[in-house]
């Protein structure tokens, strides 16, 4: 670890500068973009218990962040920022909210949103005593002491602990969490058919993702579907509202039966199921965090995204399939497989 100046943290033990008012830039909107930053909040939260720990983000993690407020206290909706594509620039707001910032005075602001290329001059303009976070090699860097080079291909959970402990910060692990509640359990026995899946005996095919750039094929998902049919394993179709075609896709390219609950799950209900799956079978995206998040097995199948960047950190409880010329069927088949059989095997064991 580079020299850190004393003004900074030099140990969880031995704070001489002991933040008491953090604030966190992370504008992303999806599930999987929340749940690799949780490391970083518990992290924080452990290192500061008495602070204050403000996360500025969309209003459509509102559901995501109440389910952590043991980990942070507020969080402040972001107008937006020209440049930034998540959120469209509220530019009339955008004065307000940074005096508003301003007038906060908070130790430590970390920059936990891309690259910094747009929003390192942002996160300065917050006025914090102490700013961290990235830049890109050849732009702005608001202070090397407290800043690292961005590197595109590092893991998205990694990452941000390694800027916590550049600033002296100790990690507290790289699980990802999602606490269940008891609501969550309720919604799912709310689908009649959900009662009706004795927990370890069907496997969640999830094909849907945030863009469909990202999406395997439905005849590929189909396939693997089936040859978990073949092994007894009863089939669930999983995703949202906007993805039951899709779905229905899938489903009419099976042989064996299936259950669709595409759209009838909301994210507690869906968490909720996965923990009782054998296995899931998804794309790149936030159902993949999930899984991770839940220790239930799975097999992500990559198409444009980055592996290394995206991949469940456990490869032995969770397969990254990627290939450049195309991920085949057989592919996600023997990994599947592999993982199930691998389930029964520990099983048996512990018996």
Request: net charge negative; hydrophobic share 45%; with cysteine.
């Amino acid at each position: 670890m580079n020299q850190i100046p004393e003004r900074f943290f030099h140990s969880a033990k031995t704070l001489q500068f002991r933040p008491q008012r953090i604030v966190v830039l992370r504008a992303l909107v999806g599930l999987g973009d929340f749940l690799c930053a949780v490391p970083t909040w518990r992290s924080l939260r452990m290192a500061f218990p008495e602070a204050k720990i403000i996360l500025i983000g969309s209003s459509q993690i509102q559901a995501l962040f109440d389910r952590f407020r043991h980990y942070l206290d507020e969080l402040w909706l972001f107008p937006g920022f020209p440049g930034l594509p998540e959120l469209t620039p509220q530019l009339e707001q955008i004065p307000l909210f940074l005096q508003y910032v301003q007038n906060q005075h908070f130790d430590l602001a970390m920059q936990m949103h891309g690259s910094g290329t747009i929003t390192n001059p942002l996160i300065k303009l917050f006025g914090a005593r102490v700013c961290a976070g990235f830049f890109a090699p050849g732009e702005y860097c608001p202070d090397e002491s407290s800043f690292l080079p961005y590197l595109a291909h590092e893991s998205e959970v990694r990452r941000y602990l390694r800027l916590l402990e550049y600033i002296g910060i100790p990690s507290q692990g790289e699980e990802l969490e999602f606490p269940l509640r008891e609501e969550d359990g309720q919604a799912l026995e709310e689908i009649p058919e959900a009662q009706e899946l004795p927990a370890g005996k069907f496997v969640c095919i999830h094909p849907g993702a945030s863009t469909p750039l990202r999406c395997w094929s439905p005849a590929g998902f189909a396939a693997v579907a089936d040859a978990l049919a073949n092994l007894g394993f009863r089939v669930v179709l999983t995703g949202s509202q906007y993805e039951i075609e899709l779905t229905q896709s899938v489903a009419a390219k099976m042989q064996a039966d299936s259950l669709n609950l595409a759209g009838r799950t909301n994210l507690g209900a869906l968490a909720t199921l996965l923990t009782r799956a054998r296995l899931v079978v998804c794309n790149d995206t936030g159902v993949s965090h999930l899984a991770a998040a839940l220790k239930v097995p799975s097999v992500v199948v990559f198409t444009i995204s980055d592996p290394d960047r995206w991949a469940p950190l456990n490869d032995v409880l969770h397969r990254a399939i990627y290939d450049s010329s195309g991920v085949s069927t057989d592919m996600v088949i023997a990994q599947a497989l592999d993982l199930v059989k691998g389930v029964e095997k520990e099983e048996q064991i512990s018996v």
